[in-house]
């Protein structure tokens, strides 16, 4: 199953949905031995809430919910992240590597909503921005049996959506580099290394100031071009509840650090306003069904 633990700063609200990309771990209960794939029709619910900043690149940080599903139907594994949803086209055979195809589409929600309250009045003075409806796709492939055991897995994959609601009409490519490991029946944990890229439109969108916009808020007027936006480093946690991960009750945990980059760093909107280093902290609960 594709991970979206490494896009972290797609917008506020889905960066705290991104943490619920936790793991569904199956064993064959012939032999008792873990299986590197989910049986058909399990599923895990997640309900969370993250500390996560008021924009993309903002220094305020808000309280958000973040609930999650993630399963198997038919072989076919698919999650829902926040305000993302994204279905792996190949069936989850169990084997070593596993080449992953599908769908994606989002909502971006940075500074839109009432959910994306933005504290600080100099952006405010900004005005709201439009929902962004990004649609698109990614690849990747995983290796099961990579360093700590036969059921640690490594993966890669590359995603590419681009907005058709008219807002800002451009696209965004993220790369992750993603490795898990179950440290037990009980424990898992993963480290996750990913980068934004993104179009001039998409740059403008989000960080170019007018003049008019300078004299509203008081910030410089800026251009932004598109190029590499951020760079992520996010570490997620697994402990069941129940002593055993392929059913009941567990605690989620996620911490992740991103850097912006390029003109989206230098933007008055995170240079003055803000920070161009970004925090997310999510803790919550997860039921997985039989």
Do not use: C
Not at 89 to 115: C, E, H, K, Y
Not at 155 to 160: A, G, L, T
Not at 251 to 258: D, E, M, P, R
């Amino acid at each position: 199953m594709r991970s979206h633990i490494g896009r972290i700063q797609r917008a506020t609200f889905m960066t705290a949905g991104l943490m619920l990309a936790t793991p569904t771990i199956a064993q064959d209960e012939e032999n008792d031995q873990p299986r590197t794939s989910v049986r058909l029709d399990k599923f895990r619910i997640i309900v969370a809430g993250a500390l996560a900043p008021d924009y993309v690149g903002s220094d305020d940080y808000s309280v958000i919910p973040a609930p999650s599903i993630r399963g198997t139907l038919d072989g076919f594994n698919f999650e829902t992240l926040g305000t993302s949803f994204d279905v792996d086209l190949f069936r989850d055979n169990g084997r070593a590597i596993d080449l992953q195809l599908g769908p994606v589409i989002g909502l971006n929600l940075d500074r839109t909503s009432r959910l994306n309250r933005v504290k600080d009045a100099q952006v405010a003075a900004l005005g709201k921005l439009k929902r962004a409806v990004e649609v698109g796709g990614y690849v990747g492939i995983a290796k099961t049996g990579v360093v700590t055991s036969a059921y640690d897995s490594l993966s890669f994959s590359v995603s590419w959506q681009k907005d058709v609601a008219g807002a800002h009409d451009s696209y965004i490519l993220s790369p992750t580099l993603d490795y898990a490991t179950p440290l037990s029946k009980r424990s898992y944990a993963g480290i996750a290394l990913s980068a934004d890229f993104v179009g001039d439109k998409y740059a403008s969108y989000y960080y170019s100031i007018s003049e008019a916009g300078a004299l509203a808020s008081g910030l410089p007027s800026f251009t932004a071009k598109g190029g590499l936006k951020d760079v992520s480093l996010t570490l997620t946690g697994l402990q069941s509840l129940s002593g055993d991960l392929r059913h009941g009750w567990s605690l989620v945990a996620l911490v992740s650090f991103t850097r912006l980059m390029g003109d989206a760093s230098r933007s008055p909107i995170v240079s003055i306003a803000g920070s161009n280093r970004q925090w997310l902290a999510g803790l919550g609960v997860s039921y997985a069904f039989k």
